[in-house]
């Protein structure tokens, strides 16, 4: 059965715009999920994290096999445009947050961990789609870091936040207790194409333009290029050094 909302002022619309923002996602512990691609396969793979799915037409989902538990919600065009940030016109997935804990930095790592403080969405975005791709064993997210529910890191991580152990870290003064190895990418550090990868590490990457604090106690790395451009984009550079160490354990 449909559940039709025309009106901006309906309260259930208005919880939804607020699921734009990171402070509405903490505070009712839901998030949005859109994309041609991620929605149909979060359906398929992880059914029970979503409870609404929000159409702008009935038959945009005649023929899915919709779970029973997740209600259609028909939404007026400008109610369903404001919520299609992206605007992919198509289905939007309404979600329960999971609980994300608290990281143990005194414990020593496993695998390779990435402590990261990246506070544009979409950067955080991709760095978590790399993360997956090159097989991180978990996510560290400092207090500066955006929310890896909020629309836009969704949109480009595809999906790859429901496969990470994602975990808070607190502030930067946390990382003077962390047990390590701790590493950082950096403009003046070693050469991190013969960099010999430790099976245990924790790769610790900061805001953009900005870069990892002098203070943080950790080995810089360097990743040699042609000193055409003066710095990689933060994200790029995770990559780079996530692929290493994923190539070296091959």
């Not at 309260?11 to 402070?23: D, T, V």
């Not at 999920?33 to 992880?46: D, F």
């Not at 038959?59 to 899915?64: F, L, M, Y």
Request: glycine share 10%; hydrophobic share 45%.
């Amino acid at each position: 059965m449909f559940h039709y909302i025309d009106s901006p002022q309906n309260p259930q619309f208005k919880s939804w715009s607020g699921l734009l923002e990171s402070r509405g996602i903490r505070k009712q512990g839901q998030f949005l999920l859109a994309g041609l691609k991620t929605v149909p396969e979060a359906l398929t793979r992880w059914p029970l994290h979503f409870t609404r799915i929000l159409i702008r037409h009935p038959e945009w989902i005649t023929d899915w096999p919709l779970p029973e538990h997740i209600q259609p919600v028909v939404l007026a065009g400008p109610l369903f445009r404001e919520l299609d940030v992206s605007g992919t016109d198509y289905p939007i997935l309404v979600g329960t947050l999971p609980p994300i804990a608290q990281a143990d930095l005194s414990a020593p790592p496993k695998g390779l961990e990435l402590v990261c403080a990246l506070g544009d969405p979409a950067n955080l975005g991709a760095l978590l789609r790399s993360a997956a791709a090159f097989g991180a064993s978990k996510v560290i997210l400092l207090e500066e870091a955006a929310h890896p529910f909020h629309p836009k890191c969704l949109r480009a991580a595809s999906n790859a936040v429901f496969t990470l152990d994602i975990v808070r870290g607190g502030r930067w003064a946390a990382l003077d207790q962390a047990e390590g190895p701790l590493l950082a990418l950096d403009a003046g550090g070693d050469d991190l194409a013969t960099f010999p990868w430790p099976e245990d590490a924790r790769l610790i990457l900061g805001e953009e333009g900005q870069g990892v604090p002098p203070q943080v106690p950790a080995q810089r790395l360097t990743i040699g290029n042609t000193g055409n451009v003066e710095s990689l984009n933060a994200t790029v550079a995770a990559s780079i050094a996530l692929f290493t160490y994923y190539a070296g354990g091959q």
